[in-house]
């Protein structure tokens, strides 16, 4: 079973960045898709952004052309969350989620990361 762990978060003004890192315990090409989502108190799960194998990132649209999401190609294990320009509404735990499987997709949460803007 696969297994990630987050790693990056903290508290951060308005305007700056902060990077978030996910290892996976497995190559990340190996995963159909690997991403990160984010919860605000009272609000629901929501995605951020993810990555598919073959390359192709996608993006709330909240996030598009503030945050960033790469795989580390050297360490094949490792995919990262640039996020620049943060605003308090980017206040939430991070969490990193992996999806794999051929037949039958299994996926996997980490345990998430407090990503806290202050205003």
Same mark, same amino acid.
């Given at each position: 079973? $696969?297994?990630?762990?987050?790693?990056?978060? =903290?508290?951060?003004?308005?305007? =700056?960045?902060?990077?978030?890192?996910?290892?996976?315990?497995? #190559?990340?090409?190996?995963?159909?898709? +690997?991403?990160?989502?984010?919860?605000?108190?009272?609000?629901?799960?929501?995605?951020?952004?993810? +990555? @598919?194998?073959? =390359?192709? #990132?996608?993006?709330?649209?909240?996030?598009?052309?503030?945050?960033?999401?790469? @795989?580390?190609?050297?360490?094949?294990?490792?995919?990262?969350?640039?996020?620049?320009?943060?605003?308090? /509404?980017?206040?939430? $735990?991070?969490?990193?989620?992996?999806?794999?499987? #051929?037949?039958?997709?299994? /996926?996997?949460? =980490?345990?998430? #990361?407090?990503?806290?803007?202050?205003?």
């Amino acid at each position: 079973q $696969v297994q990630v762990v987050e790693s990056g978060g =903290g508290l951060v003004q308005a305007g =700056g960045s902060l990077r978030l890192s996910c290892a996976a315990s497995t #190559t990340i090409f190996r995963l159909n898709i +690997i991403g990160w989502y984010r919860q605000a108190p009272g609000k629901q799960r929501e995605l951020v952004a993810n +990555i @598919r194998s073959g =390359g192709m #990132t996608n993006y709330a649209d909240s996030v598009k052309g503030r945050f960033t999401i790469s @795989r580390d190609n050297a360490k094949n294990t490792v995919v990262y969350l640039q996020m620049n320009s943060l605003k308090p /509404e980017d206040t939430a $735990v991070y969490y990193c989620n992996a999806k794999w499987g #051929t037949y039958i997709e299994y /996926e996997k949460w =980490g345990q998430g #990361t407090q990503v806290t803007v202050s205003s």
